[in-house]
């Protein structure tokens, strides 16, 4: 279970980037967060996995054992062992395009790898069968020896899915994870994300509203730091009006789209 | 997409085993070959630490008990100049005759680019040490030199840009009756200016290091200050040479860049 | 009247120009008729020079491999500190008073001429190889060590975070996420360097650094002009054949996982 206790950022000249962020997800839960550009939906996801450091506010993630740990507050050490079990897919290119997409997979593991080992032999076998596996789970095991570089937005997202569950993680964080893909690709990954979130909680930000009303089970919504909307994914317009202002009509327009491919 | 061979991470882990090794192999055996030993300078750092004791304080009165410092540095300076000049200019005439478009007789072309190759790969060493015979060690010697090394250094590169110059401002020169003198002077020398002079304080950079270099055999300028201030074992002196040499070079690196981002604007190329 | 205003910016320039070549050629001795004299001398001794003596030859071979050994080394362990250096010159890698020491140590380096280095290094170690190979290793980090360092701020942020993100250390990301980005880089860069080595450890050779450098001035000083144009044949032959091997092998290494 994640629990994000009041998050607060301000700029040096008095702008509150992020204004009392709260709310609880757990196991089962797909949620999107959604806003307009800037109105610190990647911030509040940075926050959750300490790439970034609120200037007050708890972040509360509990290990395997259900001790609680503050990811604000942690050192580096602890942070890196909490990290083992978050699990993470950003936006467009964030694997090593020099590596095959069966290692990219496997750095998924780094955490948990002793670092000697890690560095001076690399990985084994065995975690490569198991690596493959989850390859397999995202129908990429084809193209396991291809090096990254090569393969399609959409590839590169699957395998990054893949690396995710390779993780075996208590959370799994995504910064918009399909914004770069075309519809039927981020349908395809949607599909593929979904169901990991029976064992574990799954936070998403999106710019898609009409895919987190079909996939996601929770959405929330921020504007200016602070969080307008908290329930039903599927968005009333009106609601839709309230959190991107005057983008209605391009939405009508991508729902048309996704139903002329969901055939 | 075709399927990449996938291997299996103890297999990719011997593949880089055995080039590491290897590597380690040929490294061993050539500091054998050669004697040296890697862990020399640590082992034998008492020498470092001597020397260090006998170079410092440095001793800048080498500025001022006579005027051969002040000189030498003027005339390191002179020579890079001079030679850069004198060989950018030589440089852009061959290339010209090497170029493809404007040399249109084949048998001069191929002694020009002939010429270029064989100045580009004569060794820095054979050229300074021919001049001192020539004409006696001196700066001037040293100048000659960097005349060469620099029309070895840029021949080439000159010759290519004239060959990629834009065509169409060419054909439509000659489509008014223009002669080859003329096309050259207005349409391909505006289009290669500014690279060229780019080119040229880069040579500048360049060359004054070698210059530098060129006074240990007999080219005069600091690099003959300071071998004679090592020869005579005065290794304050030596210290005080070699900060001015940094601060020397320093300064023309900071001038060129400047320089050629004014001509280039931002991001500066060769 | 027009093609005054036109060419006007250039007036103060080309002043200066002629003024600082003017005092430039008076302290060289060096005019413009003075050059081509000069120029002419130099070719003709030239001239004088060839024949090869080619019962020289075969004396030569072993210094031409002493200083491929040694260009050899220097390389190796140049590119090596280079990395290290490089690694800590990265911003993204780097705390930033890493980062600006090691730049600037960088810089320092790329000030100093190895011919310089080579003198010192001679003084407190004697002539040899030794200081041959340390002079062109130190050298090579003004360049390698700038190169890499530029190389590696390139690499999307992303790509960091993303290994950072999943428990990964400091090392791990190097490990993992820089170096197999860097690798052809390292390749290629380095292999130009030795291009350039081979040209400078004939050059220190002579210094001090011994090989074929050596003989060449060795064979001036003994006014043994024959043998000198030998040693030269031998050093082009040198040259020439790094520059192709270097060629080829970058040639074929990017043939393999040709990737931006």
Redesign the interface.
């Given at each position: 279970m994640l629990e994000v206790k009041n998050l607060t950022k301000t700029l040096p000249n008095g702008r509150k980037l992020l204004d009392g962020i709260s709310f609880k997800v757990k196991k089962g839960e797909f949620v999107g967060i959604l806003g307009s550009s800037g109105a610190g939906k990647t911030l509040t996801l940075r926050c959750l996995n300490g790439l970034l450091k609120p200037d007050s506010g708890s972040v509360i993630i509990r290990d395997e054992l259900d001790r609680p740990f503050d990811i604000c507050k942690i050192n580096k050490r602890e942070l890196r062992r909490v990290r083992q079990k978050i699990g993470v897919i950003f936006q467009g290119y964030h694997l090593v395009k020099r590596l095959s997409a069966l290692e990219n997979v496997m750095i998924g593991k780094l955490g948990q790898i002793n670092t000697f080992r890690s560095l001076f032999y690399g990985f084994t076998d065995a975690e490569a069968e198991q690596a493959l596996k989850a390859l397999d789970k995202v129908k990429m095991s084809q193209l396991a020896g291809s090096m990254t570089g090569n393969l399609s937005g959409g590839e590169m997202q699957r395998v990054a899915i893949a690396r995710a569950i390779f993780q075996s993680p208590t959370l799994l964080l995504a910064d918009e994870p399909i914004s770069n893909l075309d519809p039927s690709n981020a349908k395809t990954i949607m599909k593929m994300i979904k169901p990991l979130s029976e064992h574990m909680p799954v936070i998403g930000v999106f710019h898609q509203p009409e895919m987190t009303a079909k996939y996601c089970t929770r959405v929330i919504a921020i504007k200016e730091g602070q969080i307008i909307y908290d329930g039903d994914p599927k968005l009333s317009n009106k609601r839709l009006e309230e959190i991107y202002g005057e983008e209605l009509e391009l939405i009508e327009q991508q729902e048309h789209l996704l139903a002329a491919i969901a055939k | 997409?075709s399927?990449?061979?996938?291997?299996?991470?103890?297999k990719?882990?011997r593949q880089?085993m055995t080039v590491f090794s290897a590597?380690v192999v040929?490294?061993a055996l050539?500091?054998i070959?050669?004697?040296?030993?890697?862990l020399?300078?640590f082992l034998?750092f008492h020498?470092?630490r001597?020397?260090l004791g006998e170079m410092t304080p440095p001793n800048y009165h080498v500025l001022s008990d006579n005027s051969s410092t002040v000189?030498a540095i003027?005339?390191t300076?002179?020579?890079a100049?001079?030679g850069t000049?004198?060989g950018g200019v030589i440089a852009v005439i061959i290339a010209f005759l090497a170029a493809s478009n404007t040399m249109p007789f084949r048998a001069i072309r191929l002694t020009a680019r002939f010429a270029l190759s064989f100045l580009r790969?004569?060794?820095?060493?054979?050229?300074i040490?021919?001049?001192v015979?020539?004409?006696g060690p001196?700066?001037?010697?040293?100048?000659?030199t960097l005349?060469?090394v620099t029309v070895g250094n840029f021949g080439k590169l000159f010759t290519e840009m004239i060959e990629n110059v834009d065509n169409p401002p060419a054909e439509a020169i000659f489509s008014v009756g223009a002669s080859r003198m003329q096309v050259i002077r207005y349409s391909i020398i505006p289009q290669i200016l500014p690279t060229l002079i780019a080119n040229l304080l880069f040579a500048f950079d360049v060359n004054i290091?070698?210059a530098?270099?060129l006074g240990?055999?007999g080219g005069g300028g600091i690099?003959f200050q300071?071998?004679l201030a090592?020869s005579v074992l005065h290794?304050k002196d030596?210290t005080a040479i070699?900060t001015l040499?940094?601060i020397m070079?320093?300064v023309v690196?900071k001038i060129s860049d400047y320089l050629r981002r004014r001509i280039l604007g931002e991001g500066k190329l060769r | 009247m027009f093609s005054f205003k036109r060419y006007r910016k250039f007036i103060l320039p080309l002043i200066i120009l002629l003024t600082v070549t003017e005092g430039a050629a008076v302290i060289c001795g060096a005019t413009f008729g003075k050059l081509f004299e000069g120029l002419y001398r130099g070719i003709a001794f030239f001239g004088n020079m060839y024949p090869p003596d080619w019962s020289a030859f075969s004396e030569m071979l072993e210094p031409a491999l002493q200083s491929i050994v040694i260009a050899f080394l220097g390389t190796v362990f140049g590119a090596l500190m280079s990395i290290v250096f490089a690694l800590l010159a990265a911003s993204n890698l780097s705390h930033p008073w890493v980062r600006a020491v090691t730049r600037f140590l960088i810089g320092l380096e790329r000030s100093i001429p190895e011919i310089v280095i080579l003198i010192l290094l001679v003084a407190a170690f004697g002539l040899g190889a030794m200081p041959g190979v340390v002079a062109l290793s130190l050298g090579c980090i003004g360049m390698l060590g700038k190169l890499l360092a530029d190389i590696i701020e390139e690499i999307d942020p992303l790509m960091i975070e993303s290994i950072e993100s999943v428990g990964g250390n400091k090392l791990q990301v190097i490990v993992f996420g820089v170096l197999p980005q860097i690798i052809p880089n390292i390749i290629s860069y380095t292999l130009f360097r030795f291009e350039i080595n081979i040209r400078l450890s004939v050059l220190l050779g002579a210094v001090g650094a011994g090989g074929v450098g050596y003989e060449l001035d060795y064979s001036f000083g003994m006014l043994q002009y024959h043998r000198a144009f030998t040693a030269m044949i031998i050093i082009i032959a040198m040259v020439f054949g790094t520059e192709q091997f270097s060629y080829y092998l970058r040639k074929k290494l990017k043939m393999e996982g040709a990737l931006k």
């Open positions: - | 997409m399927m990449a061979k996938l291997t299996l991470p103890s990719k882990y880089k590597v040929a490294v050539a500091c070959y050669t004697n040296f030993n890697p020399g300078i034998e020498y470092v001597d020397l000189m003027l005339q300076l002179s020579m100049f001079l000049l004198y790969v004569i060794p820095i060493l054979v050229v040490l021919i001049f015979i020539a004409v001196s700066t001037f010697a040293g100048m000659l005349v060469i290091r070698a530098i270099g240990i055999f690099g300071l071998q090592k290794y030596v070699v040499i940094i070079v320093i690196e | -």
